[in-house]
């Protein structure tokens, strides 16, 4: 299983050395080190005897990015009610 620690990295550097597009399309749009400490905040993953981003770090890269897209979609609905709500 991978974690979002080992995930960092490897996915970072495609074969070639450059950055690859999976990093591209997916952690940097996310701004990684702000969105590391506001899931930490969140404490959504939180570990016995862990840090609050150690229990971040090593959750399942999945699981860290299904709950990013949950709080994506959220975000999108509510803008889409709003926008509806006050028109």
Known sequence: MRNLQSSIPSVRKGANGKESSVYKKNFASFGWIKTLYEL???????????????????????????YLSYIAAKANYENEINEIRYK
Not at 51 to 57: A, K, Q, R
């Open 40 to 66: 930490a905040e969140s404490q959504v993953f939180n570990r016995p005897n862990k840090s609050t981003i150690d229990g971040v770090l090593f959750t399942n890269t999945a699981e860290v990015f299904k």
